[in-house]
């Protein structure tokens, strides 16, 4: 019980500088990523992926729909990582990949309500259509 009370302090200090919409990070060094889906966002949450470093070409795949996309150094891809498997291979050189996610329990436990689905009827009110 008292490791939880910390958590809930050390929680409060860190959501008053927090300055991200996404309530999670990772960072991976120098690693292949085999295949996967990502178990803890929604389908309609887009990860973002940011690669950085100085490796040789290297492709970001999702088999299930047969696209290679270009890695390469400053290319950052958005995606619903719960929804499409994806994986990147080993290269040379010295690469990060910072990832940014949501993570359903964080929203849960700062009393943070979820979004609703997008809909093409919520773009309405923001684009001007003239008949």
């Known amino acids: 019980m008292e490791a939880k009370r910390w ?44 690669t950085v470093g100085d490796y040789p070409p290297l492709d970001f795949v999702v088999p299930t729909l047969n696209l290679w996309f ?29 990832a940014y996610y949501m993570r359903h329990n964080v929203q849960q436990s700062v009393g943070v309500q979820l979004c609703p689905l997008s809909n093409l009827k919520d773009l309405e009110l923001l684009v001007n259509v003239s008949s």
């Open 7 to 50: 958590e809930d302090v050390d929680m409060s200090s860190v959501l008053a500088c927090w300055n991200s919409v996404y309530n999670s990070m990772s960072i991976m060094v120098n690693c292949a990523t085999p295949y996967h889906t990502d178990v803890n966002g929604r389908e309609p949450w887009l990860d973002m992926l940011v």
């Open 70 to 98: 270009c890695y390469n150094p400053g290319t950052v891809i958005a995606m619903s990582g719960l929804a499409l498997e994806h994986g990147v291979g080993h290269t040379n050189g010295n690469r990060a990949c910072l």
